[in-house]
């Protein structure tokens, strides 16, 4: 990945806060608070969480930061903090959420075929919900959030094939789950 303005200006940024530096450790939140809390957004899909996870996200750098021995990997140790933090907090639901989506399954209503929209939109939104947790985060990371395979690597702290795979299969499935759901609501 090539380094741009942007990266060796947070990297002198992380060096001066790492000395004390506190104007430049509130630039820093400055600079990356409104991505990390998009980041935690999309992962939770509940702005009250994401702010929450993004506020523990930021204790938990501000504590480490002296401990970062490269500035240039900022960018994905950030990310991997708030990632943490929101697969704490999404295992944590995970049981409530099972029990709500059993519960609402057993009493839900077909839709009828008038009300089902045809546009594509629709159909990829429908799609991505139907996949699995990790596969809609390694999307989200890759395509929304634009991190490369080897700071992905890095945020999950799994290899660089694995994320490749991962990448692969999530891709494979929104393919199936995306021809599935067009079919249904046809």
Same mark, same amino acid.
């Given at each position: ?48 969480? !994401?702010? &929450? ?12 930061? %002296?401990? =970062? *021995? #490269? ?14 933090? !929101?697969? &704490? ?12 989506? %059993?519960? =609402? *399954? #057993? ?80």
């Amino acid at each position: 990945m090539k380094r741009n303005s942007d990266h060796i200006f947070d990297e002198m940024l992380v060096l001066q806060a790492q000395q004390g530096d506190n104007q430049a450790l509130t630039l820093l939140v400055r600079r990356w608070h409104k991505k990390l809390y998009g980041y935690a957004y999309k992962t939770t899909n509940n702005s009250s969480i !994401a702010e &929450d996870i993004v506020q523990e996200s930021w204790q938990a750098i501000v504590k480490g930061l %002296k401990n =970062l *021995k #490269d500035p240039a990997l900022f960018r994905p140790w950030i990310y991997r903090i708030v990632n943490n933090k !929101a697969v &704490d907090w999404i295992r944590k639901q995970q049981k409530e959420r099972s029990l709500m989506e %059993k519960e =609402l *399954k #057993d009493h839900k209503e077909p839709m009828e075929e008038d009300e089902v929209p045809d546009d594509a939109l629709f159909v990829l939104k429908q799609a991505l919900k139907s996949l699995p947790e990790d596969q809609r985060f390694i999307l989200s990371m890759h395509y929304l959030e634009r991190l490369s395979v080897k700071h992905m690597a890095k945020v999950l702290d799994i290899p660089e094939g694995t994320v490749k795979s991962r990448l692969f299969n999530a891709r494979k499935y929104l393919k199936k789950k995306y021809e599935e759901t067009k079919q249904e609501s046809e």
